[in-house]
């Protein structure tokens, strides 16, 4: 689960900066704002799954 996280992390950051290069416009507002969404997501996920350290 976690490496799953791990990689839809990565790629949702690699996805919102490339945005940036590969489209103009509303078309790049909106795919950056779901990419944003997802790393925001498989961040909290992370985050919620970590192991606790006593």
């Known amino acids: ?3 799953l996280l791990w990689c839809v992390l ?3 950051v690699v996805v919102n900066v ?6 103009d416009g509303v078309q790049q ?3 950056s704002v779901a990419s944003g ?3 925001i997501g498989s ?3 992370l985050f919620l799954t970590r192991t ?3």
Do not use: D, E, N, W
């Open 1 to 3: 689960m976690k490496a």
């Open 10 to 12: 990565c790629i949702a």
């Open 18 to 23: 490339s945005t940036s290069f590969a489209f």
């Open 29 to 31: 507002v909106l795919i």
């Open 37 to 39: 969404v997802v790393v």
């Open 43 to 45: 961040g909290a996920g």
């Open 52 to 54: 606790k350290r006593s």
